[in-house]
Structure formats: C-alpha cells, structure tokens
C-alpha cells in the first residue's frame, strides 16, 4: 500500500491541538481478509501540552488506556496530562530507561528488540486487560520507541511490512505540518523537518524475523498463542 493511500486517509491523523503526530493505525489490511479497527490503537507523541478540549476530545473518543514509553527523568520533566486522570488508565512502561551509545537509529531499534523484549511484551498484555483499549501509545516524538512498539503489534497481528513501513513513515508527514491552532511561523509548534526512513523499520521487522516473527518473538517473552489470538480479535476486524 502506498504511503499517499496511508496519508489521505481522513481519519488517520488525528490534529489536536498540544499533539503532532497523533495517528490511528486503523484501516490496515491485515492476513485472512481482516483489517486493523478504526479508534482502536492510536501512537502519539508526548502528551503532555494537550488544553482541556483536547483531553476531552480524546476521552470521548473513547481512549481508556495511556501507555507512556518514555524514560522517568523525561516523565519527570514533561508529565502527561494523563498521569493523575480518573477518567483514562495511565501506564508507564519505559521502553528504554537509559542513553543508547551513539550509533546508528537502525541498531538503536535493534537494541530495543533485543533488551526490551518484557517491555513490549508487558505492552501488549495491558492492551488485553479488561479497558485495556481503545488505547494510545507514546513516547516523546511517537517516532522511535512508539515506532518500534507499534510495528511489532502490527506485525504480530498480521499486517504486511510494506504497509507497517508505510505506517512508520509517516511520522515524518506529521511533523511537516504545523500543531493544529499554532501560527505557521511558530518556533517550537510549527513544521519541522524529520527523518523517518522506512528502511529502518524494515530493518527492525527484518531483525525482529531472527527471532521467529513477531507472534514468536511475544511468545519468547512470555505470551501465550491465547494471548495473541486474543490480541487479533481486539484490534482486527473482518473486511
């Protein structure tokens, strides 16, 4: 699938103000003619800006779970609007909790799958928990750990790589438009420029296949075929 099919779907990016690369991974295709659901799973950047009509906004979509992925000391600094809520479920579940050497982002995703592989797991079980979705899951961009979590998920419930790429990239398109409400000119909110190259994912995915695939690699951490089975009814749906 194209990434122009991806981008123009309407109801994909999702433009609230205080967020820039809010997306819905519905629409998918997915294996056996399924498709992933609409206002099901969202990614999202850091949530940590969003004014009241926002929150509003996303709660009555409905989202019932937050899963916070970035580190304490970025929790500490930035704390999500989410964190005290008594309306939405927040989690956090640090992705990564210490500074990556300096190398190359494709071995940053590769180390994620290889040290964070409870993480990710823990991940997928609270998206099975009772409320557990629809859910949104972040970090600070939505890019990185949000972008390796999500092609996983996606992966594991059987949507192809090229569209899980396709999905990846797009972070990039986010980030070229201005916060939705923010002047054009804005410093901090308006366009910016980021690299989002799809054959880092594809490196990922490519990576995570030495271990199997990603249903193998869940199941390596702990998740049973119950579990996985459980987790292609809840976010897929019959075409």
Same mark, same amino acid.
């Given at each position: 699938m194209p990434s122009e099919a991806l981008r123009d779907a309407p109801e994909r990016h999702i433009r609230l103000p205080g967020t820039r690369n809010l997306r819905d991974v519905g629409g998918y295709p997915v294996a056996g003619g399924r498709r992933t659901r609409w206002r099901t799973l969202l990614r999202t950047d850091r949530l940590d800006r969003l004014p009241a009509t926002s929150q509003r906004r996303l709660t009555d979509l409905p989202i019932r779970q937050v899963?916070?992925?970035? %580190?304490?000391?970025? #929790?500490?600094?930035?704390?999500?609007?989410? =964190?005290?809520?008594?309306?939405?479920?927040?989690r956090s579940i640090p992705l990564l909790d210490d500074n990556?050497?300096?190398?190359? *982002?494709?071995?940053?995703?590769?180390?994620?799958?290889?040290?964070? &592989?409870?993480?990710?797991? =823990? /991940?997928?079980? +609270?998206?099975?928990?009772?409320?557990?979705?629809? =859910?949104?899951?972040?970090?600070?961009? &939505?890019?990185?750990?949000?972008?390796?979590?999500?092609?996983i998920v996606l992966s594991a419930v059987g949507v192809p790589s090229?569209?899980?790429?396709?999905?990846?990239? #797009?972070? +990039?398109?986010?980030?070229?438009?201005? *916060?939705?409400? +923010?002047?054009?000119?804005?410093? /901090?909110?308006?366009? #910016?420029?980021?690299?989002?190259?799809?054959? %880092?994912?594809?490196?990922?995915?490519?990576?995570?296949?030495?271990?199997?695939?990603?249903?193998?690699?869940?199941?390596?951490n702990g998740l049973g075929d119950d579990a996985l089975d459980r987790l292609v009814e809840l976010v897929t749906e019959p075409v």
């Open positions: 899963i916070d992925l970035r %580190w304490p000391h970025e #929790l500490a600094a930035h704390p999500s609007v989410f =964190a005290m809520s008594d309306r939405v479920r927040y990556p050497p300096e190398t190359t *982002v494709a071995d940053v995703y590769r180390r994620m799958v290889d040290e964070r &592989g409870a993480q990710i797991a =823990a /991940i997928v079980r +609270a998206l099975l928990e009772p409320a557990g979705l629809p =859910a949104v899951v972040g970090c600070a961009a &939505g890019k990185d750990r949000t972008g390796v979590t999500i092609a090229d569209v899980v790429e396709a999905d990846y990239a #797009l972070s +990039a398109h986010c980030f070229a438009l201005p *916060v939705a409400g +923010a002047a054009p000119d804005d410093p /901090i909110d308006g366009a #910016l420029v980021v690299d989002c190259d799809p054959s %880092w994912i594809r490196d990922t995915l490519d990576h995570v296949g030495r271990y199997g695939g990603a249903r193998a690699y869940l199941r390596r």
